[in-house]
């Protein structure tokens, strides 16, 4: 286990001397309004965000409906909060969260992720389940570092929790509908009320989404072919309230149907990172199919019961869901263009068979106790089949070159606890642990027609680990909290099959990929501030991140693999700082700030380097790149992002103007480095316009996305040629609200 760097200590004595200087900074400001408290969740109890040791960055309801505003999906989150980063090579499904640079680039259908997603306190750990649209939302928490005592394995690098809005005994709900570019429709509301006064409630929220196509297929002579997506998603909640017993039914749906990511042949120039002067974001000229669906159903049942100061509550969850999505992943059309295209790839993925249960109990004492506890069991299984298939093979009337199916069984139990104390009035010191037992067991088959036979892999996977973590928080006045926090995480066994997939009967029968879990140590230090009487909030964290067998994929290269490997360590530091500013009842600014350094901690470890003609700029030997040294993939060193709320009331109500902005610095998308597979930095701007009357049953706004028409590389395919993924084009419409 590495120590921690004198430049940790640099960052905290940086981040102390931030708030000391906004705390001496001039006071003249207005008296007449002050700062919403946030209540946060990240300890499983309802709590002030500044009293929390943990770094916790929130997303708002208002800034969810700005950015995405559109019918964007969930990649708008990206550096929406410090130290989260999110991309996709899919469409509108399996969004890969990264925070701290901490993340996995995998896009196997079987691949786990160091990032846990939490949906209304059910984890969804299947990556098809993470594309589940954001509607009626209360809250996101970005919960950053590892969160292995209370949210267990699959955390080291933290949460992203969504929050929906709960039932309430009084009646209210909200409609909005918007139209925009490309013919985009949308449309979502709720209602919610009591059904049986002071004991029945109920919440019924939906949400559509559709977009034309609008890409032309130039090759095929297809106007408007591909590009678009119809997309509809649903939740009904019903809370049961009577003594001391609660219950809280929650039931959801989605189906989409649409395209699937557009990839464009050649659309970088070769030797730099640069868009080609043929690209564009209107027209592909590809001789393959797309198409992408995604059908998804879950439940859950939340029991909570008072026995006189003692809680227990219990949570029961299923999901599942069934997935298409096929691609022409060069890009292009083979000996044809755009640009020099050696072979035709054409590829698919499925999952026909998905349930996932979950069950967790749990014991806690009331809040408001000088020592507050809590411990519970918790249980997982999953059952998931995932098709592959290759194109191309004449022989076959379907086309099918290779195909694969594999079979994961997942089985994990655990047992948690922690506890707090206030040692003095001022003082509290925090504690948890948590044993973790998994069992993965993964077949697979592959054949190929016209290949007599098959070819099989299998494996059986165990393992058991102790998670924990500890933290004391100062209060240092009223409103000032300082904390430290060391926390230990992990990240399970991981499996797949691609060998299999991508390299004929030129394999070894158990040539399966698998990674040896992954252990990780964070340390990090932070100061939480009300100030000027609660008309600034101003929070900054810094870390040190000591991990230990790192799990990465090595993706693409000339051999188009997807491989898991280990790296002996990787190391990561860096802050976070977040301010909220209340300058006049009228205005209301925000802004966050991170940066992350991550580094690769192996001489030893090399991976093959692209194919299509690549610029490699690390050391090659024998066709491998070394990649001691390099950051992570997909790890921007700085985001920044901002808010801004200015009202002008009215005798009837209210014109507002909202605009926010994000930048992200440089990012590299693979494991090694070249002149081409990497994104400059990006700034995006968002700007909505709007009237909403005193008792909001009235609202009208504009609105824009990416206005200043960024257009930058998101992502990369390797193996072929220089195929890239740009952001979303400039995006306008108009949006029409009412709350009663």
């Not at 090579?89 to 680039?105: D, E, K, M, V, W």
Request: charged content about 20%; some cysteine; aromatic content about 10%.
């Amino acid at each position: 286990m590495r120590k921690g760097n004198p430049s940790f200590v640099r960052l905290l004595a940086g981040a102390t001397s931030l708030v000391a200087l906004s705390m001496a900074a001039p006071a003249a400001v207005q008296a007449q309004a002050v700062l919403d408290e946030i209540i946060v969740t990240a300890t499983k109890r309802a709590e002030n965000q500044q009293q929390v040791p943990v770094s916790v960055g929130t997303v708002s309801g208002e800034k969810l409906g700005a950015v995405l505003s559109g019918g964007v999906d969930l990649l708008a989150l990206s550096a929406q909060v410090p130290s989260l980063y999110v991309e996709s090579t899919f469409a509108r499904t399996f969004p890969r969260f990264y925070i701290r640079g901490l993340g996995n680039s995998d896009f196997d259908l079987t691949s786990t992720q160091p990032v846990g997603l939490v949906i209304d306190e059910v984890v969804q750990e299947n990556p098809m389940l993470r594309g589940f649209p954001v509607f009626d939302v209360e809250r996101v928490e970005v919960l950053r570092g590892p969160q292995g005592t209370l949210f267990g394995r699959n955390t080291p690098a933290g949460t992203v929790s969504f929050i929906s809005k709960k039932p309430t005994q009084d009646t209210s709900g909200y409609l909005t509908a918007s139209y925009g570019s490309k013919n985009t429709i949308g449309a979502e509301g709720a209602i919610g009320g009591a059904l049986v006064d002071g004991i029945l409630s109920a919440r019924l929220s939906m949400k559509y989404d559709r977009k034309d196509d609008f890409i032309d297929n130039t090759y095929t002579g297809e106007k408007d072919a591909i590009g678009g997506h119809n997309e509809v998603a649903a939740r009904l909640q019903m809370l049961y309230e009577k003594g001391p017993l609660t219950a809280l039914f929650n039931a959801h749906a989605r189906d989409l149907d649409g395209s699937a990511r557009v990839f464009v042949a050649n659309a970088i120039t070769k030797g730099s990172n640069n868009l080609s002067s043929t690209f564009s974001r209107n027209s592909v000229f590809q001789n393959g199919q797309n198409e992408a669906s995604v059908s998804s159903q879950g439940g859950s049942l939340k029991l909570e019961y008072d026995f006189d100061g003692v809680i227990l509550t219990s949570i029961t969850g299923y999901e599942t869901v069934e997935v298409y999505t096929r691609g022409d992943i060069d890009g292009g059309v083979a000996g044809t263009g755009p640009g020099f295209i050696p072979f035709d790839s054409e590829t698919a993925d499925a999952v026909p068979d998905h349930a996932q249960w979950t069950q967790e109990l749990r014991l806690s004492n009331a809040d408001g106790e000088r020592f507050r506890w809590q411990g519970g069991l918790f249980y997982f299984n999953e059952d998931v089949t995932a098709h592959g298939f290759s194109y191309g093979n004449a022989a076959d009337p379907r086309g099918i070159g290779i195909f694969t199916n594999s079979q994961q069984e997942t089985k994990t139990w655990a047992v948690f606890g922690q506890a707090s104390y206030d040692l003095t009035e001022q003082v509290t010191l925090t504690g948890g642990v948590r044993y973790n037992d998994e069992e993965k067991d993964f077949t697979v088959v592959r054949t190929m027609p016209g290949v007599p036979g098959s070819t099989n892999g299998n494996a059986d996977l165990t393992d058991g680990q102790v998670t924990w973590d500890v933290s004391l928080t100062y209060k240092a006045t009223d409103d000032i909290n300082l904390f430290t926090r060391i926390a230990n995480g992990y990240r399970a066994p991981s499996i797949q099959s691609r060998p299999l997939f991508y390299f004929g009967n030129n394999i070894n029968r158990d040539a399966l990929s698998v990674a040896k879990a992954e252990t990780l140590m964070s340390y990090e230090a932070g100061i939480k501030s009300d100030l000027w009487e609660r008309k600034a909030r101003l929070n900054v964290t810094a870390f040190y991140t000591d991990i230990e067998d790192q799990q990465f994929t090595a993706v693409g290269g000339a051999s188009n693999n997807n491989t898991l490997i280990n790296a002996k360590g990787g190391e990561g530091y860096g802050f976070e700082a977040e301010l909220e500013l209340l300058p006049t009842e009228q205005l209301l600014l925000t802004g966050g700030l991170s940066y992350n350094h991550t580094e690769i901690k192996d001489n030893t470890l090399r991976i093959p380097v692209c194919g299509g003609g690549c610029t490699v700029t690390d050391p090659v030997v024998g066709g491998f790149a070394l990649l001691d040294g390099n950051s992570f993939p997909n790890a921007p060193k700085w985001i920044f992002s901002a808010t801004a709320r200015y009202g002008i009331p009215v005798e009837s109500g209210e014109f507002y103007v909202f605009t926010d902005w994000n930048y992200r610095s440089k990012v590299n998308f693979f494991l090694y480095t070249s002149e081409e597979f990497y994104s400059d930095s990006k700034l995006e701007g968002g700007l909505k316009v709007g009237y909403v009357s005193d008792d909001e049953k009235f609202g009208l706004a504009v609105f824009g996305r990416n206005i200043t028409n960024e257009k930058s590389l998101e992502g990369a395919i390797d193996f072929n040629n220089l195929t890239g993924i740009v952001n979303q084009a400039p995006f306008y419409g108009v949006e029409l609200t009412s709350k009663f």
